[in-house]
C-alpha cells in the first residue's frame, strides 16, 4: 500500500515581502540505485517485465526484463551472416592454395627447363655448329624469361594468399564482434540490483505516471530506483523562477502532513546547475534541489513517499 506524506518545509528568518514557494518531491536514500532504460534498436524499447514496486531484494536479484525481439531477430540474421561468410571464406582460401600450388608447379618446371637450356647454351659452337649454337641461345633466352614470368608469378600468388587470409580474418573479427555487441546488447536487457535495497518505481518524464510494464520508453530514461532505507534526503523540483531565492546551507523547518503538530530541523544540500523539463508540468524549466534532515524524525519514514514541499522565498539581498 503506497504511503503518502505531504513535507511541509518552512524556511527560518522570512521577511514580510516573501511569498509562498510550492514544489514536489519524494523521500530519497544517498544509497540509490538508478535502474535505466539500457540501450536498445532505435533508442526506444518496451518495458516486458517488473518486479513488484516496494520488494526488497538483494544485490543481484531480477529487476526488469526489456523486450528483445528486434535483438534476437538481429542476432539470428548476424549468426546466418557469419556461417555463410565462413563458407565463402574457406572456398576462396582453397581457390588461393590452388593457385598458388599451380605457380609453384610452374616455377618448379620454368627452373628445371631455364637449367637445361643453360647447359644447352654452354655447349662450344665448333663441336654442335652454327646454326645449332645460335638456336641454343636463343632457347636459353626464352627460358630465362619463362623462368622470370613463373617466379613473378609465384611471388603474386604468395601476396595474395596472405592478402586474402588477412582479410577474410579481419572481415570474419568484424562480424563477429557485431555478433558479440548485440549478445550483450541482449544479455544488458535484464536487468539485475546492484546492492540491497527497496525497488520504487520512477514516474515517467511526459506523463508523470508511474512506470509499468507494457511501456515503451526511450534509452537513458530511469525505469526504478533500488534505495536503501537509510541516509534519507529530500529531493524537490522547482521552478526557475523560484531558484534566485534560496540557496545551499538554508535552514527549514520541516514537518510531515501525518504529523502536524511535530517540525524537524533541515537545510537546503544541493541545488542543481542546470534545469531540466517537465512536459508533464507543463511549459518551463525545472531545477533538482536536495533537502538533508539535521535530526531523525521518530518516525516511520519510507523511500519512494510522496512529498509537498512548501517554502517562503528567501529575498534577495
Request: with cysteine; aromatic share 6%.
Amino acid at each position: 500500500m503506497k504511503i503518502t506524506l505531504t513535507l511541509l518545509i518552512l524556511l527560518s528568518c522570512f521577511t514580510t515581502s516573501a511569498k509562498t514557494v510550492l514544489a514536489t518531491g519524494t523521500i530519497e536514500s544517498e544509497n540509490t540505485q538508478h535502474v535505466l532504460m539500457p540501450l536498445v534498436q532505435s533508442f526506444n524499447g518496451k518495458v516486458n517485465e517488473m518486479i513488484a514496486e516496494g520488494t526488497a531484494v538483494k544485490k543481484g536479484d531480477f529487476l526488469a526484463k526489456i523486450d528483445g525481439a528486434a535483438v534476437d531477430s538481429k542476432i539470428e540474421s548476424l549468426k546466418e551472416q557469419l556461417e555463410s561468410f565462413n563458407e565463402t571464406a574457406k572456398k576462396s582460401e582453397i581457390d588461393a592454395q590452388i593457385t598458388l600450388s599451380n605457380s609453384q608447379i610452374a616455377y618448379e618446371k620454368a627452373l628445371i627447363k631455364q637449367k637445361i637450356a643453360r647447359m644447352n647454351a654452354d655447349l662450344p659452337l665448333e663441336f654442335i655448329g652454327e646454326l645449332k649454337y645460335k638456336q641454343n641461345q636463343l632457347a636459353y633466352k626464352n627460358a630465362q624469361k619463362s623462368f622470370q614470368k613463373a617466379q613473378n608469378d609465384l611471388t603474386e600468388a604468395k601476396q595474395k594468399q596472405q592478402e586474402k587470409l588477412q582479410s577474410n580474418k579481419l572481415e570474419f573479427t568484424q562480424k563477429q564482434n557485431k555478433l558479440k555487441l548485440q549478445e550483450q546488447m541482449l544479455e544488458n536487457l535484464t536487468l539485475y540490483a546492484d546492492q540491497d535495497g527497496y525497488v520504487v518505481y520512477s514516474t515517467h518524464p511526459w506523463t508523470g505516471k508511474k512506470i509499468q510494464a507494457g511501456d515503451q520508453l526511450q534509452t537513458g530514461m530511469e525505469l526504478m530506483t533500488v534505495s536503501q532505507n537509510n541516509k534519507l534526503k529530500i529531493v524537490a523540483w522547482l521552478n526557475a523562477i523560484d531558484i534566485p531565492n534560496i540557496k545551499l546551507g538554508q535552514k527549514v523547518s520541516i514537518s510531515f502532513d501525518a504529523y502536524l503538530d511535530q517540525s524537524y530541523q533541515g537545510r537546503i544540500s544541493s541545488v542543481s546547475q542546470g534545469g531540466e523539463e517537465k512536459k508533464s508540468w507543463g511549459n518551463g524549466l525545472y531545477y533538482r534541489i536536495e533537502v538533508e534532515l539535521i535530526e531523525k524524525p521518530q518516525l516511520n519514514l519510507l523511500i519512494g513517499m510522496s512529498a509537498l514541499i512548501e517554502t517562503q522565498e528567501q529575498p534577495n539581498e
